[in-house]
């Protein structure tokens, strides 16, 4: 994420730190290169682009991605089928 004076930071939960050390530190020396490192804020903006009210409650990660999924799951059983497929 973006901190203060848009200092670029690897935000990460507290057992990735302790048990994956080594990955820690190159994904920081990644960061501080100036390489190509993902964004939340990018993220967030494309959930809100989708809908506006996804990205308005924080959930722990593991609800968060079977939410996702849900709602994925949702949207294409209630889709047109494209033209020319058939269903079965």
Do not use: F, W
């Amino acid at each position: 994420m973006l901190h203060k004076n848009n200092k670029p930071t690897l935000v990460t939960c507290k057992p990735i730190k302790e048990g994956k050390t080594e990955a820690v530190l190159h994904a920081e020396r990644h960061i501080a290169a100036n390489k190509n490192y993902p964004l939340i804020s990018d993220y967030y903006m494309q959930l809100r682009s989708i809908d506006a009210s996804l990205g308005e409650e924080l959930y722990p990660i593991r609800i968060a991605i079977a939410k996702a999924i849900n709602a994925v799951l949702g949207y294409y059983a209630y889709r047109r089928p494209p033209r020319g497929t058939k269903v079965a």
